[in-house]
């Protein structure tokens, strides 16, 4: 028997340990308890593979770190590949951050809804976005209901990813080459995206030259080693500091030397300020003179190849 039976005559008289086997998981659940969750999730599934049944690459790009240049990376990659004459069109997952919106110069675009969803946004390049800072104006945060009151965070996670699942199955992605996916900071969050996106989705993750930030790394790394998921391999950002006058790149951080993570370096990008005027103005740019923009240029054209190369 597992456990004490839970409401058996005499059972609050005796001492009683709740064991981990008396806990129901979904498993153990015959059917759906008559809520047809398992239904709903099935049908959004689908309507999710449908909708994305013209993206030939997806990429998410992610880093246990916090402010890294996940969205930046992201951002200039779509950019890169853009000008390659790829199609094109970035998921901004950080619902509550969102940056792609104001990278790409709409943030006061609205979506637009069709016949039976939401249209693919592009910006002047002909890059499609979807962020939800489309939707929320900056100053404003993006707030879920309270379920129960006081316990929000139990339920933002599971709330953030039926969003996300939503705006997936809603947008009309059409034919892509690549659907660029901007994740929140994680390495746990990493590991969730990674299930939700399904293993058709390949990682890059992204670090700075510091020992703590590579340790970040190496988490995800482990994180995803546990998924089938295919991880390209890492980018070194703020590898260095690009000096204009000078046009050379300097050391930014101590100098820690090369670290093995276990997985290909994609490539290093210098700290440039343009680089992170540009971005954050939403302006595009043209040219790829600027050492941090040949190395994404770099970067996209490596990510590119081996997506297109059979496995
Ligand atoms: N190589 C770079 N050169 C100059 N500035 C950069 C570079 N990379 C990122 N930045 C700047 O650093 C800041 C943080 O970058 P970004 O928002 O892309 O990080 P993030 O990892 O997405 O952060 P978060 O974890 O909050 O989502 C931004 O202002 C961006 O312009
Ligand atoms: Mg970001």
């Not at 979904?26 to 059917?31: A, K, P, R, S, T």
């Not at 209901?145 to 339920?155: A, I, L, R, Y």
């Not at 890059?204 to 391999?233: E, F, Y």
């Not at 100098?255 to 103005?281: H, K, M, Q, W, Y």
């Amino acid at each position: 028997m597992r456990g004490w039976p839970l409401g058996k005559p005499g059972f609050l008289g005796r001492s009683c340990v709740l064991r981990y086997a008396d806990v129901k998981t979904y498993h153990d659940i015959v059917g759906d308890g008559g809520s047809r969750v398992a239904e709903q999730v099935g049908e959004l599934r689908s309507r999710i593979a449908a909708r994305l049944a013209g993206v030939r690459h997806r990429v998410a790009v992610g880093s246990g770190k916090g402010g890294v240049g996940k969205s930046t990376l992201t951002w200039q990659l779509a950019s890169a590949l853009r000008r390659n004459g790829a199609s094109v069109a970035v998921l901004d997952a950080d619902i509550n951050g969102p940056s792609q919106a104001r990278l790409a110069g709409m943030h006061e675009v609205p979506f637009v809804p069709t016949a039976d969803g939401v249209a693919l946004s592009r910006n002047r390049d002909g890059i499609g976005v979807v962020s939800l800072g489309s939707l929320v104006p900056e100053g404003e945060a993006v707030d879920f209901d309270n379920v129960s009151k006081g316990e929000s965070h139990t339920w933002r996670a599971t709330r953030e990813f039926s969003a996300m699942a939503e705006l997936l199955a809603a947008v009309e992605w059409g034919e892509l080459d690549h659907l660029l996916v901007d994740l929140p900071p994680g390495a746990e969050r990493t590991f969730q995206y990674a299930e939700f996106l399904g293993e058709q989705t390949s990682f890059v993750l992204v670090g700075i030259p510091s020992d703590l930030a590579r340790g970040v790394v190496t988490r995800s790394v482990a994180a995803l080693r546990k998924t089938p998921n295919r991880v390209l391999g890492y980018v070194e950002n703020m590898s260095g500091y690009y000096c204009s006058e000078c046009d050379d790149v300097r050391p930014l951080f101590p100098e820690t030397g090369d670290v093995n993570l276990g997985i290909p370096c994609l490539g290093r990008i210098p700290f440039d300020p343009e680089l992170a005027s540009i971005s954050d103005s939403g302006e595009s740019v043209a040219e790829a003179r600027r050492p941090a923009l040949r190395a994404v240029a770099e970067i996209a054209e490596s990510i590119h190849s081996t997506l297109e190369k059979p496995r």
